[in-house]
Structure formats: C-alpha cells, structure tokens
C-alpha cells in the first residue's frame, strides 16, 4: 500500500509495535481514521457516539493486535472492530431505550449529510443538490443494520466482496445477497422522493 507516495509495509510496522514501538500504531491507523470513523457515524447517526466508538475501536485494536493474521488485510481487521464496536453500542441505546422503541431517529437530531460518499450511478447534477445527498443519507440510515452494514462496506468503503465477508464474518454469496436487496430497498424508498424532484425523469440508480 502507497501513502503520499512512500511504500506502507505494514507487517513491518504492526511487528514494531508488538515489539514495543507505540508510535508506530499511530502511523499504522492514520490512514483509516476516517474510514473508521464514518462506519461509526453512519451507523450510530450522533457524531459523539462515533467519535467514542472510533477511539474504542482502535484501543481494542492496539490490545489485540498481537490476534491479527497477517493472511487478512489490517484494513478489513480494523473495520470489523469499529463495526463490532457501533453493534455494541447500538444494542446498549436499545436496551437502555425500551420504552421508546418505535422512535428510529433517537434523539430527533437530524443525520450528518456531510459523511458519505455521492453515488456515482446516480446523474451528477442530481448530486449537486443537497437535498438529495440528505435523501440518500437518510435511507442509507433507515435501513436494517445487516443491510446497511454491507451497503456501506460495499459502497461506501468500497470492500472487495470477499473483504466484505471477511469483515462481517459471513459468506460472499450473503454479501451478493444483502446487497442486492439493500439497493432494492433504497431504489424503492428513493425513486418516488427523486421523481417528486424532476417528474420529467425516469429515476431509478440501477437502471
């Protein structure tokens, strides 16, 4: 991997820090800071709770690096704990929300538009407008946790398929799955919305 322009080994660098070199984690993460980070906020949706799920995330990683299998990609090693992570978390806000289950935007606040990636299957100067971008933020963020798991892996992070699997610990045919059907539900829940913009156009991401 190449980071402004100087070759990363990794392996190198992890073997530092397992013999002693805590600095060199520092340089080993920064480059997934930010990947890390936007799984954690675009599945917790509050910029407080990410934060600390990101900082979690990389303090296990740092305890349990001497785990990691060099057969698999730091990358993908990270991100499976930052997803771990935001789960956790997750199912701690539900346990300690009972009484308000059907409440699915938590506190009401409005979800952070500035995170996630334009599609590029959708026409660029739909992109252009905010409204949209908040749209795609939205559905992105109402779908089912596994769904939206592996359609931010996928579309977001830009994981290989097998990557993907490795991540979430299941098959590439469940990952093909899962996201398929995530792009049905977000075509089914956005094309009426897009259309309501421009009825003139036929809008569908996939077709």
Avoid: C
Avoid at 39 to 61: I, V
Wanted: aromatic share 6%; no cysteine.
């Amino acid at each position: 991997m190449k980071v402004d322009g100087e070759e990363r080994d990794e392996t190198k660098m992890i073997a530092a820090v397992l013999a002693g070199d805590r600095q060199q984690f520092h340089t080993l993460i920064r480059p997934y800071e930010r990947s890390v980070y936007v799984m954690a906020l675009s599945m917790l949706r509050q910029e407080a709770d990410a934060e600390d799920a990101a900082q979690e995330a990389f303090l296990k990683a740092f305890r349990n690096l001497g785990k990691f299998r060099a057969d698999s990609k730091f990358s993908t090693w990270l991100i499976s704990i930052a997803l771990n992570e935001a789960r956790s978390r997750l199912r701690q806000r539900k346990n300690a929300k009972l009484d308000s289950l059907d409440d699915t935007s938590d506190d009401g606040s409005p979800i952070a538009p500035a995170m996630l990636r334009d599609w590029r299957e959708i026409p660029s100067e739909a992109l252009e407008r905010q409204e949209v971008r908040l749209m795609l933020h939205e559905a992105v963020a109402e779908l089912p946790a596994n769904y939206r798991e592996i359609f931010l892996l996928r579309e977001v992070e830009e994981l290989s398929v097998n990557e993907s699997a490795e991540a979430l610990g299941i098959s590439t045919a469940s990952v093909k799955v899962r996201l398929h059907r995530a792009r049905l539900m977000l075509q089914k829940k956005l094309a009426p919305q897009l259309k309501q913009l421009n009825p003139k156009r036929r809008w569908s991401p996939w077709s």
